[in-house]
């Protein structure tokens, strides 16, 4: 089983920046993909980018551009830099975890979520 622990989201103004972390612990596969996913009141929760451990990344259109992933293999965490923040990312932003099984992913792993709110 794989625990993930989200921290840094918060209350910004439009036009400014978050950073939000999330780390892994547990069983930890050596291949694996973490990432950011959101949901906004009402919407579907969403991809907002994701980063394996060779460091390939994958951004949604939306947040190309203005935010970074990034992350530490050695101490199993993710980060997403934030800037440019406009009312339309407001949603609690959840960390994802799944590891690489043959050509294909295993089980996904959830934490519970960072809410980010932007005020225009």
């Known amino acids: 089983q794989v625990q993930l622990v989200e921290s840094g989201g918060g209350l910004v103004q439009a036009g400014g920046s978050l950073r939000p972390s999330c780390a892994a612990s547990?069983?930890?596969?050596?291949?694996?993909?973490m990432g950011w996913y959101r949901q906004a009141p009402g919407k579907q929760r969403e991809l907002v980018a994701t980063?394996?451990?060779?460091?390939?990344?994958n951004y949604a259109d939306s947040v190309k551009g203005r935010f970074t992933i990034s992350r530490d293999n050695a101490e199993n965490t993710v980060s997403l830099q934030m800037n440019s923040l406009n009312p339309e990312d407001t949603a609690v932003y959840y960390c994802?975890?799944?590891?690489?099984?043959?050509?294909?992913?295993?089980?996904?792993?959830w934490g519970k979520g960072t809410l980010v709110t932007v005020s225009s």
């Open positions: 994802n975890f799944r590891p690489f099984v043959g050509l294909g992913f295993g089980m996904n792993h």
């Open positions: 980063i394996n451990t060779e460091g390939s990344t």
């Open positions: 547990g069983f930890i596969a050596r291949n694996n993909e």
